[in-house]
Nanobody, 121 residues
Framework: VQLQASGGGLVQAGGSLRLSCAAS????????MGWFRQAPGKQREFVTV????????YVADSVKGRFTISRDNTKYTVSLQMDSLKPEDTAVYYC???????????????WGRGTQVTSPA
Protein backbone atom coordinates (compact mmCIF):
# COMPACT_ATOMS: atom_id res chain seq x y z
CA VAL A 1 0.00 0.00 0.00
CA GLN A 2 1.29 3.43 -0.92
CA LEU A 3 0.00 6.60 0.69
CA GLN A 4 0.30 9.92 -1.09
CA ALA A 5 -0.38 13.00 1.00
CA SER A 6 -0.94 16.48 -0.31
CA GLY A 7 -1.76 19.88 1.11
CA GLY A 8 -0.11 21.57 4.03
CA GLY A 9 1.79 24.82 4.01
CA LEU A 10 1.99 28.04 5.95
CA VAL A 11 -1.02 29.85 7.35
CA GLN A 12 -1.39 32.39 10.14
CA ALA A 13 -2.97 31.30 13.40
CA GLY A 14 -6.73 31.22 13.08
CA GLY A 15 -6.58 30.19 9.46
CA SER A 16 -7.45 26.94 7.71
CA LEU A 17 -5.68 24.27 5.71
CA ARG A 18 -6.76 21.03 4.10
CA LEU A 19 -4.73 17.85 3.80
CA SER A 20 -5.55 14.89 1.60
CA CYS A 21 -4.20 11.36 1.49
CA ALA A 22 -4.79 8.80 -1.25
CA ALA A 23 -4.10 5.09 -0.86
CA SER A 24 -3.07 2.91 -3.77
CA UNK A 25 -1.90 -0.62 -4.26
CA UNK A 26 -3.32 -3.35 -2.04
CA UNK A 27 -6.13 -1.22 -0.65
CA UNK A 28 -8.07 -4.32 0.41
CA UNK A 29 -5.88 -4.35 3.53
CA UNK A 30 -6.76 -0.76 4.41
CA UNK A 31 -9.60 -0.63 6.91
CA UNK A 32 -8.74 2.60 8.66
CA MET A 33 -6.97 5.78 7.60
CA GLY A 34 -5.87 8.66 9.71
CA TRP A 35 -3.34 11.30 10.63
CA PHE A 36 -0.54 11.65 13.11
CA ARG A 37 1.76 14.60 13.62
CA GLN A 38 5.21 15.25 14.97
CA ALA A 39 6.50 18.60 16.15
CA PRO A 40 10.23 19.32 16.48
CA GLY A 41 11.67 17.64 19.55
CA LYS A 42 8.43 15.81 20.33
CA GLN A 43 7.09 12.31 19.81
CA ARG A 44 4.67 11.50 17.05
CA GLU A 45 1.12 11.96 18.28
CA PHE A 46 -2.29 10.83 17.17
CA VAL A 47 -4.58 13.39 15.51
CA THR A 48 -7.59 11.58 14.05
CA VAL A 49 -8.64 8.37 12.29
CA UNK A 50 -11.66 7.13 10.36
CA UNK A 51 -12.92 3.64 9.59
CA UNK A 52 -13.38 3.49 5.85
CA UNK A 53 -16.45 1.23 5.96
CA UNK A 54 -18.45 2.38 8.98
CA UNK A 55 -17.22 5.94 9.19
CA UNK A 56 -16.36 5.66 12.90
CA UNK A 57 -14.05 8.50 13.91
CA TYR A 58 -11.62 9.05 16.75
CA VAL A 59 -10.27 12.55 17.36
CA ALA A 60 -7.57 13.78 19.72
CA ASP A 61 -8.81 16.18 22.37
CA SER A 62 -6.26 18.76 21.27
CA VAL A 63 -7.95 19.19 17.87
CA LYS A 64 -11.55 18.29 18.66
CA GLY A 65 -13.95 20.84 17.26
CA ARG A 66 -11.30 22.30 14.94
CA PHE A 67 -10.16 19.41 12.75
CA THR A 68 -12.49 17.25 10.68
CA ILE A 69 -11.63 14.03 8.88
CA SER A 70 -13.68 12.73 5.97
CA ARG A 71 -13.40 9.85 3.53
CA ASP A 72 -14.10 8.99 -0.08
CA ASN A 73 -14.36 5.23 -0.29
CA THR A 74 -14.50 5.17 -4.05
CA LYS A 75 -11.04 6.72 -4.26
CA TYR A 76 -9.63 5.38 -0.96
CA THR A 77 -8.92 8.94 0.03
CA VAL A 78 -9.20 10.78 3.32
CA SER A 79 -9.11 14.51 3.88
CA LEU A 80 -8.31 16.52 6.98
CA GLN A 81 -9.92 19.93 7.23
CA MET A 82 -8.02 22.00 9.78
CA ASP A 83 -9.73 25.15 10.99
CA SER A 84 -8.82 27.67 13.68
CA LEU A 85 -5.20 26.63 13.48
CA LYS A 86 -2.97 27.37 16.43
CA PRO A 87 0.81 27.73 16.69
CA GLU A 88 0.87 24.43 18.60
CA ASP A 89 -0.56 22.69 15.52
CA THR A 90 2.73 23.33 13.74
CA ALA A 91 4.18 19.92 12.90
CA VAL A 92 4.88 17.43 10.18
CA TYR A 93 1.63 15.59 9.48
CA TYR A 94 1.71 11.92 8.47
CA CYS A 95 -1.02 9.92 6.81
CA UNK A 96 -1.37 6.36 8.11
CA UNK A 97 -3.39 3.30 7.17
CA UNK A 98 -3.97 -0.06 8.76
CA UNK A 99 -6.32 -2.77 9.96
CA UNK A 100 -6.95 -1.43 13.46
CA UNK A 101 -8.99 1.61 14.46
CA UNK A 102 -6.41 2.84 16.91
CA UNK A 103 -4.80 5.92 18.41
CA UNK A 104 -1.44 4.13 18.65
CA UNK A 105 1.07 4.62 15.87
CA UNK A 106 2.38 1.07 16.20
CA UNK A 107 -0.99 -0.28 15.05
CA UNK A 108 -0.55 1.22 11.60
CA UNK A 109 1.17 -0.71 8.86
CA UNK A 110 1.49 1.94 6.20
CA TRP A 111 2.74 5.51 6.32
CA GLY A 112 2.93 8.34 3.87
CA ARG A 113 5.66 10.89 3.62
CA GLY A 114 5.04 13.76 5.96
CA THR A 115 3.75 17.14 4.96
CA GLN A 116 4.64 20.30 6.86
CA VAL A 117 1.96 22.44 8.46
CA THR A 118 3.12 25.73 9.94
CA SER A 119 0.87 28.16 11.79
CA PRO A 120 2.83 30.99 13.36
CA ALA A 121 1.27 33.32 15.87
Amino acid sequence: VQLQASGGGLVQAGGSLRLSCAASGRTSSVYNMGWFRQAPGKQREFVTVINMAAGTIYVADSVKGRFTISRDNTKYTVSLQMDSLKPEDTAVYYCAAGRALSVQSYDYDHWGRGTQVTSPA
